[in-house]
């Protein structure tokens, strides 16, 4: 399966907004909570995130199967976000490949910071195969999240 990742447009944002409803509606059920971000972000809202953010997509046949975003904060710290697969292509390689993009992209920072469901266990092993470490868990929108990071040891 051989996919292309580039930079999504802002034309690209209703079907990235499509697709993190669809990816994001597994987690709403199992924590029996659709008030979280993901599923009740706007297109106005992700818009406005989108001049902010790199967003990122992963495109197989013409159509976007995988997203992330990410920033630079004032710190040097690269904020990555929303890392979404769409759950027929989840678990192969794509996930993996839209974070190394984003950290070949920014490979100038200080450290890489994510996060993800304390629920989400494939999430959570990939982002540790990957080399990031759990730092907190915090509640966010109902919802317990894993705080991980990542010390960029190849920066220059």
């Known amino acids: 399966m051989e996919g292309f990742i580039n930079k999504a ?76 697969v769409q759950p027929e292509f989840q678990n192969k390689g794509i996930g993996k490949a839209l974070i190394k993009e984003i950290e070949n992209i920014f490979s100038k920072c200080e450290r890489y910071e994510i996060f993800t469901g304390l629920n989400s266990k494939n999430t959570r092993a990939l982002y540790t195969k990957l080399g990031y470490v759990e730092t907190s868990i915090k509640n966010i929108d109902g919802v317990e999240m894993v705080f991980m990071k990542k010390d960029n040891k190849g920066r220059i």
Request: some cysteine; hydrophobic content about 40%.
């Open 9 to 84: 447009t802002k034309e690209d944002l209703i079907d990235i907004l499509n697709l993190q409803k669809k990816a994001f509606e597994r987690v709403a059920i199992a924590e029996n909570n659709f008030n979280i971000s993901p599923m009740t972000q706007t297109l106005e809202s992700i818009t406005e995130e989108y001049e902010k953010r790199l967003f990122l997509k992963y495109t197989l046949d013409g159509k976007i199967i995988g997203t992330v975003r990410a920033h630079l904060d004032n710190d040097n710290v690269c904020h990555i976000g929303r890392l979404i």
